[in-house]
């Protein structure tokens, strides 16, 4: 009996070692180094949301996009700077629902964000509802 409930354990630290290599494969965690920054949760249809970063202490060098819970495409970002100049980037992606988009350079350097807008389209499933987009920052 011993025997068994050891060979349970082992496997089961063998698939959990397994999907947690797979999670950071197919990046589904955030990068190293970055801070969640800001979130929204976004209603299924087209159109433009924006997070507010607010007085956050820090400077940033570039963003990093996630969804959660369902899929979406994201496009016309515009970030406003804490001094009120803004950037547009000029990027369109589409993130499967638990992914995250490609680290995107901020071509100011690093500088304190006071918000980012978007303009997105969910494209998931109805059923799933509503998606959370998680935005961080890499110093």
Not at 45 to 62: A, L, M
Not at 81 to 96: I, K
Request: with cysteine.
């Amino acid at each position: 009996m011993k025997k068994i409930s050891l060979l349970f354990l082992i496997a089961l630290l063998g698939v959990s070692a397994f999907l947690a290599a797979s999670c950071m494969t197919f990046g589904l965690r955030s990068p190293t180094g970055t801070f969640l920054i800001g979130m929204r949760a976004v209603d299924y249809k087209t159109d433009h949301d924006s997070v507010r970063i607010g007085k956050y202490d820090g400077s940033f060098r570039s963003i990093v996009f996630k969804a959660e819970k369902n899929d979406i495409e994201i496009f016309n970002i515009v970030v406003t700077y804490g001094n009120g100049e803004r950037e547009m980037l000029d990027t369109r992606f589409v993130l499967n629902a638990q992914a995250r988009s490609r680290v995107i350079g901020l071509n100011a350097g690093p500088r304190r964000i006071e918000s980012i807008d978007f303009s997105y389209k969910t494209i998931g499933s109805w059923r799933d509802g509503r998606s959370n987009v998680q935005v961080y920052g890499l110093r």
